[in-house]
């Protein structure tokens, strides 16, 4: 049923638009902010505005509606649609006023007269007809089952325990080796603890200082070196990525090594690199 809405200005109104011509849907609120003027002038999510300010809504695109919107200065004048069926919502009412931001949770009496029948309103026992719910012992208490039941429940019984189990326990009691066909003696597993020195890894020792090396190591044919002990044996220039060279045990850069090596007459020193 068509409807007439006034909001008081300025905005913010506090709702949500949306479709339009130019998505050929009709223009609905689809959220309202609570507390806001949207709320207390009773605007629901759903109500389809036919008019804003006096100018219908039937040919307006969404981008249209919102410039009405944002023209309204002092009050915002909507005729709304809405549907005859609406969700209800529990609201707490202060002062004669519906709380924006409250809900009531609380059930409300029921009347269950209107039930064409109670039975069973309140649950029952279910109980055989010609018989009583009070429980009767299955034995009768004079009987010699009924006696034996309850004079053995003090006195201490053996466990129960399986053929099979009786005859390994009379083996072992006996301690004998007449053993049944078919029976073998079995030993409990034995888990082999290896040894640790197997285990532990030896920590090099620098070839030059003679200290262990901890962290990252250089190594030479069978020779360990800290990284900056890793130098010529006569300049200490430092070999990495410069090349090596052994000449009597000791590692030498390449001109020492020269310098090291001499040839017989008539020959030349060449060096050779060991192919990668």
Request: proline residues 9%.
């Amino acid at each position: 049923m068509p409807q007439n809405v006034v909001l008081p200005g300025p905005a913010p109104w506090g709702f949500r638009l949306s479709g339009g011509i130019d998505f050929n849907q009709p223009l609905v609120i689809t959220r309202i902010t609570p507390g806001s003027k949207a709320a207390a002038a009773n605007l629901c999510p759903g109500d389809v505005i036919l008019a804003i300010d006096g100018f219908g809504t039937e040919s307006m695109t969404h981008a249209d509606a919102q410039d009405r919107i944002k023209a309204a200065a002092h009050q915002l004048c909507l005729k709304i649609d809405r549907a005859e069926t609406r969700l209800w919502s529990p609201q707490v009412s202060e002062d004669g006023k519906a709380h924006p931001f409250k809900i009531n949770l609380e059930s409300e009496p029921q009347d269950v007269n209107y039930f064409e029948h109670k039975h069973n309103i309140r649950p029952k026992p279910f109980i055989i007809p010609g018989r009583s719910s009070e429980p009767t012992a299955s034995v009768p208490p004079q009987s010699d089952v009924y006696r034996m039941l309850h004079n053995n429940q003090d006195e201490p019984t053996q466990p129960r325990q399986s053929g099979s189990f009786r005859v390994l326990q009379e083996l072992v009691n006996d301690g004998t080796d007449d053993r049944p066909a078919g029976t073998r003696s079995v030993r409990a597993p034995v888990t082999k603890v290896h040894g640790g020195a197997g285990g532990t890894q030896k920590m090099p020792l620098c070839d030059k200082c003679g200290s262990g090396i901890v962290g990252p190591v250089v190594k030479a044919r069978d020779k360990y070196r800290h990284p900056e002990c890793f130098v010529c044996a006569d300049c200490n220039l430092n070999l990495k990525q410069k090349g090596y060279f052994f000449v009597e045990g000791e590692l030498y850069c390449e001109t020492h090594a020269r310098a090291r090596t001499r040839p017989p007459d008539g020959y030349e020193t060449v060096t050779l690199y060991p192919k990668a």
